[in-house]
């Protein structure tokens, strides 16, 4: 499964990577569904393993345990802090025992880079507005680890830091 499925790419070439009977693209916009299945068609890509899910950006439907592998790529840094946890627990929930989560966030080293005052008071204002547009999360690694290991109750968690990324893996941990 893909959180943030946005147009598909990385998604199809998860797909043509590693053959799986199914992927599902999970995205809360219908809008970037609907852009990913138009791109999809456009480039002629076979779509039997694809499968669609727009949901509420809360409670993923689908039972515990059903996914062999769920990642995420640069998405979910879009997402305000509590739904980017909230994605991270259910991706805890939704992966199998034997199975991986693997999720891109940019870290505040990308931040420090890229920011200028300038930036970061539109970005606020924006979000303080409400206004629906291409907002930017920054997390740091002990952040992300102590969520992960202490919040949700990850195990063996990896989180590496480059070139202004926060790499994330996780293994299901639970007893089916």
Known sequence: MEIGVGVGYVMQAAVRRYAPEKMVGLDIASGMIDKARQRLERDAVDTQAFEFLHYNGVDVPWPSASFDLIYSVASLQHAPRPY?????????RLIKPSGFVYIHLLAYSHFKDHMTPELFSQEVDRQIQGREEHWHHYYSK???EAVLTYGIGVKQLRVNEEGG???ICFQGARDT
């Open 142 to 144: 002990d952040e992300i």
């Open 165 to 167: 990324s926060l790499f």
């Open 84 to 92: 980017c946890f909230r994605a991270m627990m259910e991706a805890n």
